[in-house]
Structures are given as C-alpha cells and as structure tokens.
C-alpha cells in the first residue's frame, strides 16, 4: 500500500470517528465542535498514534504518547489496545481500556468504563469486544472475556462472564436478563438507563408475592377449619419501625 492510499485511510478513519459522534450525541451540533471540543474522540485519535508506535515495537515512545493522551483527556488507553472503525468513548473521563483488550467498529463507551484484566500473565487478559456493544456508565468489564455483537452492559455492572450476542447484562455481579420474560431487555442501540431492569430485585418481589398468596391460603385454610389464627404478636416489640423498609426499588429500575 502506498503512502497516498495509506493517507486516504487514514482519513477515512477519523471521518467515520467524528460520523459516530454525531450519530449517537445529539449534543453535537457540526462536525467542527465535535472535531474541537470532544475529549472522546481525542482520546481515540491520541490513540491510533500510540498504537501504530506500539506495533512499530517503539514502545517507550508509544507509552509516554498513550500518557500524555491521558493527562489531557482523562481517558486511558494502553497503546498496546486494538479499537475498531467508529467507537465513540462519550465524555471519557475515567475511561480505562488494558494493554491486550479489543473494542469492535461501532461500538460505545460511556463514562467511568473499565475494561481491566485478572491476570498477570503476559498473555490475553482484558475483555474482548465485538462490534456495537454499548457499555454504561462506570460498568466494568473483568479479564480475558469475550462480549459478543450488539451486547448491552448496563451502568455500574461488574462483568466476569462471557456475554453472547444481543444480550444486556446488569446488576454485581452481571446478570444476562432474558428478553423472553422481561420487555426492558430489548431496547434501541443506546441504553435506557433509566429502564434497565434489576434481575435481584425482580426475584425478591417474586419471592414476596409468592409469600403473600401463600400467607393468603394458609389464612383461608385456618378459617375453613375453624383453627385460631396466630400473628406473630411476640416478636413485634423487637422491629424498630423507623429501620422497616416499605418497599423494593420501582420495578422500572428508576
């Protein structure tokens, strides 16, 4: 390949870069201010440099390049990290991305996102993602774990499992919350954070509608037989009514 067809590439790259910020902010009003003023995007183009020194086995140049992009942008990449066609890291302060992770085209990074590793072996230890996985706010993503295409990982999740496709992940640890039985699983490209379901919560409000339709029973059943009732009167002077929780978190996840 030629160095004008290198060029070209090149461009093309940082054009679909700037097109994937304006596609998913609709904060970005031109693609000047998303040239000027998106910390991302930089971070992102800081990058490609400290990679290609990286692979070029210029790796102290390739370091103190991925550090200075850090110390402007408050997103660190290791330069070592490979990152596809039209990621957009959104805000990216407190980004993290390891030496041997993988970021497919398309895909996006809100802020406070991890994706760490759990091993000190000089092999693959960070997450690998496919393409267009949305990733929430502050989520982190553990070890040598692949997430597939379209994946969502919602905000504040823990990950330390593999996630197939078209799947959305929430809760620590993350949860796989099945599309059948819960509509809030399936949702447009971006996360609805305030929607996203709570599998944990979720169980316990089954386990307590359970408990009260068998309470109900039990309390037929005594009447039917004409058996004295017991309510459980003893332990009441033991419960501080200030400390009582009324209820589980909404069940829309606000």
């Given amino acids: 390949m030629d160095l004008f067809s290198r060029a070209r590439e090149g461009l093309a ?15 970005a009003r031109s693609r000047l201010e998303v040239v000027l003023t998106y910390p991302g995007l930089h971070a992102i183009w800081g990058h490609r440099a400290a990679h290609l020194l990286w692979k070029r086995d210029h790796k102290l140049g390739a370091r103190v390049l991925s550090h200075l992009n850090r110390f ?3 997103v660190e990449i290791h330069p070592g990290a490979t990152i596809g066609n039209g990621v957009f890291i959104d805000h990216g302060m407190g980004v993290v991305i390891g030496e041997t992770a993988t970021i497919g085209d398309g895909c996006i990074l809100f802020k406070g996102v991890v994706l760490g590793g759990t091993s000190n072996e000089r092999t693959i230890r960070h997450p690998q993602l496919g393409k267009h996985v949305v990733v929430g706010s502050n989520a982190c993503i553990l070890g040598a774990i692949s997430i597939g295409d379209g994946a969502r990982i919602g905000s504040g999740s823990v990950v330390v499992r593999a996630v197939p496709s078209d799947a959305t992940v929430v809760g620590v640890p993350g949860r ?3 599309q059948m039985h819960d509509r809030r699983a399936r949702f447009d490209a971006t996360l609805d954070h305030a929607s996203l379901p709570d599998p944990v919560s979720e169980m316990m409000r089954s386990l307590r509608s359970e408990n009260d339709r068998l309470r109900t029973r039990l309390s037929r059943i005594e009447e039917s037989l004409h058996l004295p009732q017991e309510h459980g009167d003893d332990d009441d002077h033991l419960i501080d009514p200030s400390l009582l929780t009324k209820d589980l978190p909404p069940q829309h996840g606000g």
């Fill in 72 to 74: 402007v942008t408050g």
């Fill in 176 to 178: 796989i919350v099945s």
């Fill in 13 to 27: 790259a940082y054009a679909r870069d700037v097109d994937a910020v304006l596609s998913h902010d609709p904060a």
